[in-house]
Every structure is written in C-alpha cells, then in structure tokens.
C-alpha cells in the first residue's frame, strides 16, 4: 500500500536530552528520516555543516523567508532557525515518516499548516536537572544557558497544544516511549480505513 509518510514534531527545552532520545528511537530505522534545519547559530565544536543543521548567515535566512522556502521558522535566544519545506514535503510524498526537533513557536506554526502532525514534547525531570544538563553538555556560554533556562520555563507555560509528554529521565525509557508513539500513530485507523474496504 503507497502511503504519505507522517510528520512527528518533537520540542522540549534545549538540554532536555531531544538529540539523545530521538537518535536512540530512531537507531537503525530506515522509514524515519530527520530533517535538517538552517540556523544563524555558530556551530558548536563537533558539529559538521549539513549535519546537525546548515548554518548560514542572517541575510540568507531573510532571503528563504522572502522566498517561502522555510516550512515554519523561529527566533531563540538571539539566533533564528528554520526547517526547509522541500526536503520535508519530498520525503513524506515518498512515504517516508519525517522527524522535526524545533521549538514551541515552530511547532504552532506547523499544527496550523498541516494539522495531521504529531506534536511531541520532550520534558527534562525538573529544571534543576536541567540546568546540570545544560552545564554538564559543555557547549553553551553561562549567557547561553541562562537564556536557554528563561525559554524553558516559557516553553512550559506555552506547550499546552501538543499531543504527547515525554519526561527524560532515563534515555532507554524515553526511547521506548518515543517509539511506542511512533508505532502507535501507525495504527489510526482512519489511516487504514482504504485498506479494510480493499479487502
Ligand atoms: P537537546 O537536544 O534537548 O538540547 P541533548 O540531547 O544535547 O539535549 O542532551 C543534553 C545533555 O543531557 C547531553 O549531555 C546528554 O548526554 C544529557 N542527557 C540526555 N538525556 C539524559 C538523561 N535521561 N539522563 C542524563 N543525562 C541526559
Ligand atoms: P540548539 O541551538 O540547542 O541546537 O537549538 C535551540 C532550539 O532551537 C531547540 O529548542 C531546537 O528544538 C530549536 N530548533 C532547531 N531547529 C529549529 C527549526 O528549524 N525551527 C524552529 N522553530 N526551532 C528549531
């Protein structure tokens, strides 16, 4: 049966542990893609051009803008961010389930534009533990982190339209969920009601 993949959107502070969780979940699958993001952001050590995002400048990112080629796009803590629309488009067209990571205001615009999306939010612990994760990751400046902690306890108040809470304590645990989620969503079945009249 040829069908459209699905769109997860996944959200939760910055430091909550969204790159852990999602690459554990999603190790191995070949019908998960994650889309990449362009940000203004400078890249932290270790992260590769392409990889973890396209980095490219703020007069670039105006230009996508101008041009609509950014599915949603967001300001956070001083940097903008963006997914680009035709990779994502393409790949659900192929069938393939696609995998966003952005943040609260990102992913309002994303349940107003294709309200089919599932909407994921990833939770550390408490905010305690999140600050212990922020610091112990060793790739933000302290002016970085105590704007990451602002946003947070933001992202708190405003997640209140999204379709499942995921709490981090555990990897392994978080993992689970995320991909129980992912199996689950697999079986609407309104998603199957065309199969069940084939046959
Ligand atoms: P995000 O993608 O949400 O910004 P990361 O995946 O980079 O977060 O995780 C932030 C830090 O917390 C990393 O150093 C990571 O190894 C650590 N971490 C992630 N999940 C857990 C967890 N369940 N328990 C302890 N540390 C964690
Ligand atoms: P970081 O700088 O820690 O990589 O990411 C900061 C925040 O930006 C995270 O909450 C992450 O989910 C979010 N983010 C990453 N890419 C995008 C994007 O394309 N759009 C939006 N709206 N947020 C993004």
Redesign the pocket.
């Known amino acids: 049966m040829n069908k459209k993949g699905k769109l997860f959107v996944?959200?939760?502070?910055?430091?909550a542990g969204?790159?852990t969780v999602v690459s554990r979940a999603i190790e191995g699958r070949e019908d998960i893609c994650f889309?990449t993001?362009?940000?203004t952001?400078a890249p932290?050590p270790g992260e590769v051009d392409g990889r973890?995002?396209f980095f490219i400048s703020f007069e670039r990112f105006r230009e996508m803008v101008e041009h609509d080629e950014?599915l949603?796009?967001?300001e956070?803590?001083a940097?903008r961010?963006?997914?680009p629309r035709s990779y994502v488009n393409q790949r659900l067209e192929d069938g393939l389930n696609v995998l966003?990571?952005?943040?609260?205001?990102?992913?309002r615009?994303v349940r107003k534009k294709m309200p089919e999306a599932v909407l994921i939010f990833i939770a550390p612990p408490s905010l305690e533990e999140l600050e212990r994760r922020l610091r112990g990751r060793g790739t933000?400046t302290e002016a970085a982190i105590e704007g990451?902690l602002i946003?947070a306890r933001q992202?708190f108040q405003e997640a209140d339209f999204y379709d499942y809470l995921i709490v981090n304590d555990d990897v392994d645990r978080a993992a689970a969920k995320l991909s129980s989620i992912i199996e689950a969503e697999h079986c609407r079945f309104e998603d199957w009601a065309v199969w069940l009249k084939s046959n």
């Open positions: 996944i959200s939760g502070p910055s430091g969204k790159s889309s993001s362009v940000t952001r932290r973890e995002y950014l949603e796009h967001a956070y803590v940097n961010y963006g997914t966003l990571d952005i943040e609260v205001q990102g992913a615009q933000d990451r946003r992202e």
